[in-house]
């Protein structure tokens, strides 16, 4: 039995071509099928299409960082909503705020699904400090690539993918991006010093119900970090 902390980026649960009931449910369906096995799950999602959009017409509007990042935490909740919906019995209907209340819905046996907390970082760095305070076994960030790359794969022919990678290598490679509201990076500076910090186990994998289930299983098809 393991206490599992996954991390769905929105552009997995929300595409580019919007949300779609068949895949939640799909997510939603691995999900219980991890908790029927034994495992304690909780969940939190990123804000994908919908946290872009509005962004970006907030900031087009003059809104500053901090109120966009705002707008950005509203889009992940109702995405958490959205899962919320499709798991029933094995959730209860309330988007945790803090990790107090996504662990006090651990305790009641359900299945906590979150979304952001506070402007200045992204849902990566929620999922690590989720893992860290609830001490999950194991972080699972499923985002739209295979796992860690030297650079972003969607961009560059010649990235190069990391089988393993350290805690602190992650770090450096994490500097490498920028932490405007609504950017997307492998994954955020906050979110990678957390990880060292915890000495988390963290495994980064593409994103989908097949691949998730995989993970339960222990069958990695992505990148392991060590702390
Ligand atoms: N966001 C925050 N704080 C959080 C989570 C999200 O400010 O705790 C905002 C950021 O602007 C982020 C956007 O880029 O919501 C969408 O979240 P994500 O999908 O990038 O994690």
Not at 21 to 35: C, R
Request: aromatic share 6%; glycine share 8%; with cysteine.
């Amino acid at each position: 039995m393991m206490r599992i902390v996954f991390d769905l980026g929105g552009s997995v649960i929300m595409p580019k071509e919007g949300a779609n009931a068949k895949k939640i449910k799909e997510y939603a369906d691995v999900f219980k099928k991890i908790k029927d096995e034994g495992h304690e799950i909780a969940i939190v999602v990123g804000g994908g299409k919908t946290a872009r959009e509005y962004i970006s017409i907030a900031r087009e509007l003059k809104a500053n960082n901090s109120f966009c990042d705002e707008i950005g935490i509203m889009a992940t909740r109702m995405n958490a909503m959205i899962l919320i919906s499709a798991l029933g019995d094995y959730s209860i209907k309330k988007v945790p705020t803090s990790f107090e209340e996504a662990e006090l819905i651990l305790s009641l046996g359900k299945i906590p699904v979150m979304g952001g907390t506070h402007p200045g970082h992204t849902t990566d760095a929620v999922s690590a400090s989720l893992a860290e305070f609830i001490n999950a076994d194991l972080l699972v960030i499923g985002t739209n690539v295979d796992g860690v790359y030297n650079k972003d794969p969607n961009k560059y022919k010649d990235a190069k993918k990391f089988d393993k990678i350290s805690a602190k290598q992650l770090v450096d490679l994490a500097l490498s991006f920028s932490l405007e509201a609504g950017s997307s990076s492998v994954i955020d500076l906050l979110a990678a010093k957390i990880i060292e910090r915890a000495k988390l186990k963290v495994v980064v994998v593409k994103g989908t119900p097949e691949e998730l289930l995989n993970v339960s299983k222990g069958i990695i098809n992505g990148t392991i970090i060590e702390g």
